[in-house]
T-cell receptor, first 116, second 116 residues
Framework: DGGITQSPKYLFRKEGQNVTLSCEQN?????MYWYRQDPGQGLRLIYYSQIVNDFQKGDIAEGYSVSREKKESFPLTVTSAQKNPTAFYLC???????????????FGPGTRLTVL | AQTVTQSQPEMSVQEAETVTLSCTYDTSESDYYLFWYKQPPSRQMILVIR??????QNATENRFSVNFQKAAKSFSLKISDSQLGDAAMYFCAYRIPNFGNEKLTFGTGTRLTIIP
């Protein structure tokens, strides 16, 4: 089945540690995104990538890093510089329409990160 | 900056009845997309319906329809014949079709409860 997978579903991190969240898609989508969701809030964009080997910062990129070495994969690293990393993290992807812009974003099941 | 406002933190409806969720947005753009996403207890974001601003006709997907009022910057979601499986958080979202500005801007969500 085509879709977006995220792993792990739950992740616990000690303060001062870096952790990497996985996001994989087999939809052949060009663009991929990482969002953060906090209680009582909508999603906020962390990073996005429109093509392989290229990515841009979103609204809340500080303390996070990404890579896009393959079209299918867009891992997110939460570094120790992120002051309040406990949140729910959602990965999304979207196909590219004719022209330059991308179409509807489809989401993975998410990863719940808790800092101990 | 674009903003999306959902003024109803919680709504409830009797099973089989109709409910309308409100969304307003602020933008100076003339061309944009609007979306309703559903987030059930599993927390995966599921696309419910999408509307392109240049289309005057309101989008419809089975029991879900929108009332898009471009001049009023309003984008409400109507759910007909409500079912227990419709219980979820509903998020309204906005984006512009602009290469290099890919993010979805989300509202804070409306929690919908279905009363059996």
């Amino acid at each position: 089945d085509g879709g977006i997978t995220q792993s792990p579903k739950y992740l616990f991190r000690k303060e001062g540690q870096n952790v990497t969240l996985s996001c994989e898609q087999n939809l052949n989508h060009d663009a991929m995104y990482w969002y953060r969701q906090d209680p009582g809030q909508g999603l906020r964009l962390i990073y996005y990538s429109q093509i392989v080997n290229d990515f841009q910062k979103g609204d809340i990129a500080e303390g996070y890093s990404v890579s896009r070495e393959k079209k299918e994969s867009f891992p997110l690293t939460v570094t120790s510089a992120q002051k309040n990393p406990t949140a729910f993290y959602l990965c999304a992807s979207s196909p590219r329409r004719s022209g330059y812009w991308t179409d509807t974003q489809y989401f993975g099941p998410g990863t719940r990160l808790t800092v101990l | 900056a674009q903003t999306v406002t959902q003024s109803q933190p919680e709504m409830s409806v009797q099973e089989a009845e109709t409910v309308t969720l409100s969304c307003t947005y602020d933008t100076s753009e003339s061309d944009y997309y609007l979306f309703w996403y559903k987030q059930p207890p599993s927390r995966q974001m599921i696309l419910v319906i999408r509307q392109e601003a240049y289309k005057q006709q309101n989008a419809t997907e089975n029991r879900f329809s929108v009332n898009f009022q471009k001049a009023a910057k309003s984008f409400s979601l109507k759910i007909s014949d409500s079912q227990l499986g419709d219980a979820a958080m509903y998020f309204c979202a906005y984006r512009i079709p602009n290469f290099g500005n890919e993010k979805l801007t989300f509202g804070t969500g409306t929690r919908l409860t279905i009363i059996p």
